[in-house]
């Protein structure tokens, strides 16, 4: 017999066991994060080797808090013993879960097979969660079967510093479901914003125009990178300037959500400028490369 999704989840203390889908720079913070908080945290991907990777940094990140004094031996030990690889097989992984988060790179077709997946294999009352930060949420539900059980929560980089999750709610997302994520969210020292599915959401939307519009800067010789950024850091009291934030999200990343809000918008402010389809195409994607806007290495 189905369970009812709406009392099912009521209310979110129930939720208390995590698979975050994908190991990467995302994903093993959503694991943190969640560990962190008391979730029992489980870490999926499709390569063995990025979840001990994941689960290393995890690590890393919470002895950083130690060693700083904002964290406790106890509370790293604690966040630690709640923090495991997950089955290598997805449906397996997913059968127990009361909250997947997939945080995949942004390809429609894998984020929805992966839902699809989800969809057949978590229980009923299972709350489903794509870390997209461009894509439509509604696309991706689809795929699940369950779409009331679906949307988006996008957090930052790096997660277990970034105070803010953007809730993405579509038209078939219950308000149950919302409530549930939204107090989950604060649970997880989140201050949560939602949005509705729309292209870009709020923040990709507002942040990728301020960077590409920074990238042209550099490209017409305005200013260096670093006195752009330190402009927006010390006149508008942004805490990063917009080509390091670049740097550190990562290009590529950045290149393809602007190819992809400049067709779904059909707006130019979204088209990429030269500069940064020449430097992905040099493989100088920021940080994970050593190169970008700044030097890394």
């Known amino acids: 017999m189905s369970i009812d999704p709406v009392t099912a989840i009521d ?47 995890v690590k890393a990140n919470l002895q950083k808090g130690v060693d700083r004094g904002k ?41 929805q097979s992966i839902f699809q997946t989800l969809g057949a294999a978590c229980p009923d009352h299972a709350i489903l969660a794509s870390n997209t930060s461009s894509l439509p949420v509604t696309e991706i539900a689809a795929a699940s079967g369950c779409p009331e059980r679906v949307l988006g929560m996008h957090f930052f980089n790096p997660v277990h510093l970034m105070k803010l999750l953007e809730i993405v709610k579509t038209e078939q997302t219950s308000d149950e479901v919302l409530t549930a994520v939204r107090e989950l969210g604060e649970r997880w020292g989140k201050t949560c914003v939602v949005v509705k599915d729309s292209p870009g959401f709020a923040t990709s939307r507002l942040g990728l125009v301020l960077g590409l519009e920074a990238i042209r800067m550099v490209e017409e010789g305005v200013a260096s990178a670093q006195d752009i950024d330190t402009a927006l850091e010390l006149g508008y009291r942004h805490p990063m300037g917009p080509l390091k934030l670049t740097d550190l999200v990562g290009l590529d990343v950045r290149l393809g959500i602007a190819e992809h809000l400049a067709n779904v918008l059909d707006d130019r402010r979204f088209d990429p400028p030269q500069l940064m389809r020449d430097m992905v195409a040099e493989g100088k994607l920021g940080k994970k490369s050593g190169q970008g806007f700044y030097d890394w290495s």
């Open 11 to 57: 209310p979110v203390t129930a939720i208390e066991r995590v698979l975050v889908i994908g190991a990467g720079t995302m994903g093993h913070g959503i694991a943190h994060v969640a560990a962190q908080a008391g979730c029992k945290a489980f870490l999926y991907d499709v390569d063995p080797a990025v979840v001990e990777s994941g689960l290393g940094k």
């Open 71 to 111: 964290v406790t031996q106890e509370a790293m030990d604690a966040a630690l013993a709640n923090l495991a690889a997950a089955p290598a097989d997805l449906a397996e992984a997913a059968a127990d879960m009361d909250l997947v988060v997939e945080a995949v790179p942004e390809r429609m077709e894998l984020k």
